[in-house]
C-alpha cells in the first residue's frame, strides 16, 4: 500500500517540542519534494515548510521560522519536522505531502514557485499547544 503515515503529535505545554515523522511505505521519497502543513480549526490550510528532494534545501513560512526545522533522511524513507518553542497559535493537525512538481520537481518549482501536484498526503497527526 502507498501511503505516507505521521506520527509524534500530541499535547505540550507553550515552549515545549514534539517532533513529527513522516514516514513512506510503498514508494521511496527521495524522488519527492516534501511539504508540511498545518490546518486548526475554522482554518484554512497552510504551508509550514517545503523540502527538497535531496534536503540541500528548505523554506519556512513565516510564522515557525526560527523554530521549526525540517529534515530528511532518505535512506530511512522518512522526513522529519522538529517543533521547538511552540505556541498556543501552532495548535492544528500537521500533514506530510510528497509533491511532484508539473513540470519538474525541484525546490525552485515546487516550493518557491509552488508548481506541484500532490501525489500522497498523510493523514495527519493532532499538534495542541496548551497549558
Known amino acids: 500500500q502507498l501511503q505516507l503515515v505521521e506520527s509524534g503529535g500530541g499535547l505540550v505545554q507553550p515552549g515545549g517540542s514534539l517532533r513529527l515523522s513522516c514516514a513512506a511505505s510503498?514508494?521511496?521519497?527521495?524522488?519527492?519534494?516534501i511539504g508540511w502543513f498545518r490546518q486548526a480549526p475554522g482554518k484554512e490550510r497552510e504551508g509550514v515548510s517545503c523540502?527538497?528532494?535531496?534536503?540541500?534545501?528548505?523554506n519556512y513560512a513565516d510564522s515557525v521560522k526560527g523554530r521549526f526545522t525540517t529534515s530528511r533522511d532518505n535512506a530511512n524513507n522518512t522526513v522529519y519536522l522538529q517543533m521547538n518553542s511552540l505556541k498556543p497559535e501552532d495548535t492544528a493537525i500537521y500533514y506530510c505531502?510528497?509533491?511532484?512538481?508539473?513540470?519538474?520537481?525541484?525546490?525552485?518549482?515546487?516550493?518557491?514557485?509552488?508548481?506541484?501536484?500532490?501525489?500522497?498526503w498523510g493523514q495527519g497527526t493532532q499538534v495542541t499547544v496548551s497549558s
Open positions: 523540502i527538497s528532494n535531496s534536503g540541500g534545501r528548505i
Open positions: 505531502a510528497a509533491l511532484r512538481g508539473r513540470r519538474i520537481t525541484t525546490f525552485q518549482a515546487v516550493c518557491v514557485r509552488g508548481e506541484y501536484d500532490s501525489d500522497y
Open positions: 510503498g514508494f521511496t521519497l527521495d524522488y519527492y519534494v
